[in-house]
């Protein structure tokens, strides 16, 4: 048996569907995901939110990490929340803009 391969665009794809409860928009288009590192069947992902006080926070980053931990191969997933830089409406894809009207 092949193991699977887990890739950056395998993540990233996934993470399309973790979405902000508050906004009908995912977390990928919101432009909350700063970084994936896939090393082997380990995967990190550096993200941040909307404003660091977010209530949802705790929820959203679970939510990413189940995501995540269900790709086939995946062994081990850290989701780190950083604020650094800071979330701006700029990092919003344009897809995600139409759906919002901004």
């Keep these: 048996m092949v193991e699977a391969t887990v890739t950056q665009e395998v993540v990233f794809e996934t ?8 906004i009908p928009v995912n977390i990928v288009d919101l432009g909350l995901i700063y970084d994936i590192q896939v090393t082997g069947s380990d995967v990190y992902v550096q993200m941040t939110l909307t404003f660091p006080g977010c209530g949802m926070g705790p929820f959203i980053a679970q939510q990413a990490e189940t995501a995540i931990q269900e790709i086939e191969g995946v062994n081990d997933v850290e989701v ?16 995600a803009r139409s759906m919002l009207g901004i």
């Design 15 to 22: 993470l399309k569907s973790v979405f902000d409860p508050e």
């Design 80 to 95: 780190e929340l950083v604020f650094d830089p800071p979330w701006t409406p700029d990092l919003i894809s344009e897809e």
